[in-house]
């Protein structure tokens, strides 16, 4: 599988790497403005200069290069595993627009714990639910990350919406002086000193409490992540994928 990585930083060399040592995957080359370092594969300071055979690109740059890689990826008919942070509304509708003519893969979290968790919390929750139990979403990450809640918070309330309508996201109780409402699922932030990535979602009853919870030790998680959602986007029919429906 020859895979091209877009985006340099930490994790855009971590990636590179990886794929570089995969037995199932050749590494194309890497595409980014500027490298610190030579990537023997093929340096490329934009996707437009990649002419070479490509069936997948992982990509770990901006959310501004979004257009280049649709265009690239629509023009060659490869897959697009796509785990930059940061697009807004339209940008994820372009994505999705792109998705008819491409299979693509689109989450702010790669790893495959995350996916078994999501597929977890989707068999139970309903359940939890109608038998009076409160859902809260608890997620933690390093003092240096700027958006809360979390893109995998995000997608754990989504995961629930899908099976119980009614329910709706709080995300602050500071000005709300009444008690707590069913329908309400309470999605709180911690920023604090170097937590790599912790999600919990908790199940609260009468005297008794269940918490599903996955914890990142390492950006390692998210770079195995990306090349299993690569590996898995072989041979996928046009369409969007993501950690709900991927595996």
Do not use: W
């Not at 290069?65 to 649709?70: A, Q, S």
């Not at 994505?95 to 919390?121: D, R």
């Not at 918070?153 to 002086?177: G, M, T």
């Not at 790599?196 to 996955?214: C, P």
């Amino acid at each position: 599988m020859n895979v091209l990585v877009y985006g340099f930083g930490l994790m855009g060399k971590k990636v590179a790497n990886a794929v570089r040592q995969h037995e199932k995957m050749n590494l194309v080359g890497v595409v980014s403005p500027i490298f610190d370092e030579d990537v023997q594969e093929g340096m490329y300071s934009s996707l437009s200069e990649c002419h070479q055979k490509v069936d997948a690109v992982i990509d770990f740059s901006h959310p501004n290069n979004l257009d280049d890689l649709l265009k690239f990826g629509i023009k060659n008919h490869c897959a697009l595993i796509i785990a930059t942070t940061g697009y807004n509304q339209q940008q994820l509708l372009r994505i999705e627009e792109a998705s008819s003519q491409i299979p693509i893969f689109q989450s702010y979290n790669t790893s495959f714990g995350i996916s078994m968790l999501t597929k977890i919390v989707k068999e139970v929750a309903k359940e939890f639910y109608e038998n009076g139990y409160d859902i809260e979403i608890i997620e933690k990450h390093h003092n240096q990350k700027i958006d809360a809640p979390s893109g995998t918070a995000k997608l754990l309330y989504d995961v629930i919406e899908e099976d119980i309508q009614e329910v709706k996201p709080v995300y602050d109780r500071s000005e709300v002086h009444q008690k707590r409402e069913k329908q309400e699922i309470g999605i709180q932030s911690v920023r604090a000193g170097t937590i790599f990535g912790e999600h919990t979602v908790l199940f609260a009853g009468h005297d008794e409490v269940i918490e599903l919870n996955h914890m990142a030790l390492s950006k390692e998680v998210f770079v195995q992540g990306a090349l299993s959602a690569c590996l898995a986007m072989q041979d996928k029919d046009n369409g969007l994928y993501t950690l709900k429906n991927l595996y």
